[in-house]
């Protein structure tokens, strides 16, 4: 089975600042990796995704991701945030090459303050 | 199409009252998924539709739950004699056959057992 785990629940930047949200994953197999973003009281809107090929994912809004086989990590990144970004950022996994369930981490608060 | 839409938005029920929540995926997408996520915690999956067949179900998924997809169309979750712990946020989500699995979700449905 695979599991995703994100160390960070909240993470407080300022606007114009740099970020990086964590997430590793576990899994004995090769897996599809995603990034999706969820404003309040809203659905799940993905930001990017690792399917195989370069292990740099660039994504909507300026975020973009890099997969690690060896760390086992596919960590977020944004060079310069908005205030529009706050939101909660969810990792998942899922089996590559199926159209199994995604696991999700539980979940990155990004607070950016002015 | 706009996107996958999800009836009600919210719902507030009393212990031991039947609800049932509907799902309208994508149109072109032959695959369904129901989620349910609980405050500060990433989605869980539930379970699974291909067309009309129940593929996969997660041992969340109670007796007390039944989802369907008669048509392959729109779907609905049934949650019978609903107890407390059934508050939480249900999400659906819908995908193209192919082994990528981006999965498009819903705005969900809020569920509040008083």
């Known amino acids: ?114 | 199409d706009t996107g996958v839409s999800q009836d009600p938005r919210h719902k507030i029920t009393k212990r031991g009252q039947n609800v049932t929540f509907r799902c309208d995926p994508i149109s072109e997408h032959n695959r369904l998924y129901w989620y349910r996520q609980t405050l500060g915690q990433g989605p869980e999956f539930l379970t699974y539709f291909q067309n009309e067949a129940q593929l996969e179900k997660s041992r969340l998924l109670s007796d007390r739950f039944s989802a369907e997809r008669p048509k392959g169309s729109f779907s609905t979750l049934e949650i019978q004699r609903t107890e407390q712990g059934d508050s939480a946020m249900y999400l659906c989500a819908s995908s193209e056959t192919g082994n990528y699995n981006e999965q498009f979700f819903g705005p969900g449905t809020r569920l509040t057992v008083l």
């Open chain 1, 1 to 114: 089975a695979q599991s995703v785990t994100q160390l960070d629940s909240q993470v407080p930047v300022f606007e114009e600042a740099p970020v990086e949200l964590r997430c590793n994953y576990s899994s004995s197999v090769s897996v599809y990796l995603f990034w999706y973003v969820q404003y309040p009281n809203q659905g799940l809107q993905l930001l990017l995704k690792y399917l195989s090929g370069s292990t740099l994912v660039k994504g909507i809004n300026g975020f973009e991701a890099e997969f690690n086989k060896s760390q086992t990590s596919f960590h977020l990144r944004k060079p310069s945030v908005h205030i529009s970004d706050t939101a909660e950022y969810f990792c998942a996994v899922t089996l590559a090459g199926t159209a199994s369930k995604l696991t999700f981490g539980t979940g990155t608060r990004l607070q950016v303050m002015l």
